[in-house]
């Protein structure tokens, strides 16, 4: 079994208007692509057993750590269960040569109603040892954060 990273935070929104934003292209190439990244879906499929190929570009390919060419990352995600409005888990396979990514992590979105909104955790489990530690868990961080972002500034245009 491989590495777990974990991150969360409290969105100022019902468990709804989240797992909304968890289950919808547009808003997943809005909030999902990390910060230095763009995020570009190709293929869309949302039900259990569906999924999603997302093209990751980094914004400054100079240095970029690329796992599918120098400036981009390929990820085929699988939507492994799909609970409204409760949990959302994907299996996420990146394309690369490179056997340290290899592997398919497992990202579980877990909601929770409470009194603020929506609790959120995301748990990664068997991330590639290829993915630096430091450096994911910020990545993994700045996830919950762009969907409250998102999320907030959505509710606020209503």
């Known amino acids: 079994m491989g590495r777990t990273d ?3 935070r409290v969105i100022a929104a019902p468990p709804a208007a989240v797992y909304a934003a968890l289950v919808d292209r547009e808003s997943l190439e809005n909030w999902l692509p990390p910060d230095g990244m763009r995020g570009r879906i190709e293929r869309w499929d949302p039900r259990p057993g569906g999924g999603f190929r997302m093209v990751l570009t980094y914004l400054d390919a100079a240095g970029a750590p690329g796992k599918t060419s120098d400036a981009t990352d ?19 396979v990146f394309e690369s040569d490179d056997a340290a990514y290899a592997g398919t ?37 700045s996830s919950p954060a762009n969907l409250a972002a ?5 509710r606020e245009a209503l």
């Open 105 to 141: 992590m497992t990202l579980a979105w877990q909601l929770t109603d409470v009194a603020a909104g929506t609790d959120v955790t995301v748990t990664a489990t068997d991330v590639p040892p290829g993915i630096d530690q430091a450096v994911h868990e910020a990545g993994i961080a």
């Open 6 to 8: 974990r991150a969360g």
């Open 74 to 92: 390929v990820v085929d995600v699988d939507f492994a269960a799909l609970t409204p409005p409760e949990r959302v888990v994907q299996r996420a």
């Open 150 to 154: 998102y999320v907030e500034r959505q």
